[in-house]
């Protein structure tokens, strides 16, 4: 039963269902699943195949989001019983759109594929400050620190982020992505890591922290 059940929430997620993801989270729930299971072997295989679909150019960012949206209802009733019952977590990724730039959908649909992937995200929006950046990572204890820009006029500020991070000791992995942002200008800024796309980041996110 709880197999079918899960089967059925994994595919909710690939389709964008957001009622049916979560009418099957509660139900999975009430039959006495843990969160971290529903999580584990519901959400996470569908956002897997949404990740792989989308690496493959088989679906676009539309789809990613509705996807997504579906994926976050039923995270809004786990996150709760997650925190409570202190599962586990991958890894604390902080991320934010860079000052100067509000530009969030590529942001929005990294952090929901971490979030399905096991890791807690803390989302400091657009047109984020290094000072935001730095004292985010140092107060949420953050293993990886995520910035986005979609404006070649913005990009040359993850530098800065980046110099800031390190001036002030904190011992954390850098990753950044967007449009013009490439895997030379990553290792020219002294980044960590670089990902073209939402399922390679959460690939490379799991590489920087060996998991």
């Known amino acids: 039963m709880h197999k079918e059940l899960l089967q059925q929430l994994a595919q909710a997620v690939i389709d964008g269902n957001k009622d049916q993801a979560e009418t ?9 699943l843990e ?15 949404v990740g792989q679909r989308f690496r493959d150019n088989l679906i676009f960012v ?30 604390t990724v902080v991320i934010g759109t860079v000052k100067g730039d509000i530009h969030d959908i590529g942001k929005n649909i990294v952090i929901m594929m ?5 890791f807690r995200v803390v989302d400091l929006g657009i047109d984020t400050p290094a000072e935001k950046f730095l004292q985010a990572a140092r107060e949420e204890n953050a293993d990886i620190v995520g910035m986005s820009a979609l404006l070649t006029t913005t990009m040359g500020y993850m530098k ?3 110099e ?3 001036a002030e000791g904190l011992r954390v992995k850098t990753m950044v992505g967007g449009a013009p942002i490439s895997p030379a200008f990553a290792e020219q800024i002294g980044a960590d890591g670089y990902a ?16």
């Open 24 to 32: 099957l989270t509660n139900q999975l729930l009430d039959a006495g």
């Open 35 to 49: 969160a971290k299971a529903i999580l584990d072997n519901g959400l996470m295989p569908g956002m897997d195949v």
């Open 62 to 91: 539309p789809e990613v989001l509705i996807a997504a949206r579906a994926m976050k209802a039923s995270l809004a009733i786990l996150e709760p019983l997650l925190a409570a019952s202190n599962a586990p977590q991958v890894g």
């Open 114 to 118: 971490l979030r399905g992937a096991g």
């Open 160 to 162: 800065t982020v980046i």
């Open 164 to 166: 800031r991070l390190k």
């Open 196 to 211: 073209k796309n939402a399922a390679e980041a959460v690939d490379k996110a799991k590489a920087l922290l060996g998991v």
